[in-house]
Structures are given as C-alpha cells and as structure tokens.
C-alpha cells in the first residue's frame, strides 16, 4: 500500500486568492491524480500528473486554473487559482497500484472560498 | 465519454437489516473497484473485481461483478453501525482510468 501525506487539511480563502496543495507520497510513483469531489457528491478527475511533463487536464479543467507540479516521483501540488466559491471543494490526490490496481488516496484539503 | 450510474443516491435501514447498491457503466469494463468513504473521511479500497461473474466476499459483505461487465453490486448482510458511510464504484475501462460513480449514502439507525 502508499501512504499519502496531503497538506493542507482544510482551509478557508479569500475570493480571488490562490491555494496551493501538497501531496506526498512514501514511494515513488510514476503517475499521481487529482481529484475534486464537491459537497455529497462524487469524485471527479481534475488531471493526472506525471513526472517530467505537463499534466494531462480532463474535460472541464484547464492548466490556468489548476497548474500542477511534479517536480519527481514522490511529490505533486495542484494550485487552485483565482478562487471563487464554485471552488469549495474537497481535493484529493491519489496513486494507483502498478497494472490498474487499487487506488489510495490522500486524506483531503476540505476548501471554503468567501 | 465513458459514465458509471450508480443508485440508490442514499439508503436508510434499520440496524440488523440488509443493504444493498448497484453500479452500471455504459462500456465494457476492465475491472471495478469499489471504495468506502466515511463522514468527514477520504475513500478507502474495498476489492477489486476483474473477471466476468466474479463473486467475492468479506465477512458480511459480498461482491458481484456482472456477465457482461458492466454492471456490478455490493451486497451488506444485517448491516451494523460500522457500515455507516458513502460506497462508491469505480469502473475502470478502455482509457484505463477509474470513473467513479456517483455514490450510495447508507446512514442506519441503531
């Protein structure tokens, strides 16, 4: 199993501010997810990470809005920018066992945008 | 895009009764997997299921995973307070990313 290290576990910000999340894993890995999931509702795909390049964005979600970082293999953050209270969120990041396995999950940033 | 429907959206039983979610997806699936998520908590994994027909238990809980692969359900025998979460499924299909479905809320009254 990965254990994930996320940071923070919640905040509160400022309309137009940006948040930047951490996400620590204790192996490397070569690809990391970041997930929305908003208030009593599913988790949905923000984009997947991968070492070395740009992140690869899902339909709805663009770099602007969301940069990640992947500086290696143990390591991303996902910057949520310019906020606004649509992004009230909980974030989640996560890696995934080798060959399509299961996936673990950081415990959360639980965001509040006022 | 590929979709995965799961219902029902919440279920309330009584403490000692059965409980039970379904999850469907538009395509054919690789595997899927299914995950619970406790109030306040992040999803954690439960199983994974791969073949056509599978069945898998654990202890009051019993797995299924449709002929077709598209459909999957999981089952929870005399359900306790422990069970009190949101069960997600996830499909994972030809693009090999997990798709999640939308999440059953089981809430019990003791």
């Known amino acids: 199993s990965a254990v994930i290290s996320q940071k923070p576990s919640r905040d509160i910000c400022q309309r137009g501010t940006s948040l930047t999340i951490q996400c620590q894993v204790d192996?490397?890995?070569?690809?990391m997810f970041w997930y929305r999931q908003q208030p009593g509702q599913s988790l949905t795909l923000i984009a997947t990470a991968n070492q070395g390049s740009e992140a690869t964005y899902e339909s709805g979600f663009v770099i602007d809005k969301f940069p990640i970082s992947r500086p290696n293999l143990t390591f991303s953050t996902l910057t949520v920018s310019n906020m606004s209270p649509e992004d009230s969120s909980i974030y989640l990041c996560?890696?995934?066992?080798?060959?399509?396995?299961?996936?673990?999950f950081g415990q959360g940033t639980r965001l509040t945008v006022v | 895009g590929q979709q995965v429907m799961q219902i029902p959206q919440y279920q309330h039983v009584q403490e000692g009764e059965d409980f039970t979610t379904y999850c469907n997806s538009s395509t054919t699936l690789s595997n899927i997997q299914w995950y619970k998520q406790r109030p306040g908590g992040h999803p954690v994994f439960l199983i994974q299921?791969?073949?056509?027909?599978e069945v898998k238990k654990q202890k009051r809980l019993t797995f299924q995973f449709g002929e077709a692969k598209k459909n999957s359900s999981l089952h929870i025998t005399a359900t306790q307070t422990t069970d009190v979460g949101t069960y997600f499924c996830a499909g994972r299909g030809g693009a090999q990313k997990l798709v999640f479905g939308q999440g059953t809320r089981l809430t019990i009254n003791p």
């Open positions: 192996s490397q890995v070569t690809m």
């Open positions: 299921l791969v073949k056509s027909g």
């Open positions: 996560s890696v995934e066992r080798t060959g399509g396995g299961e996936a673990f």
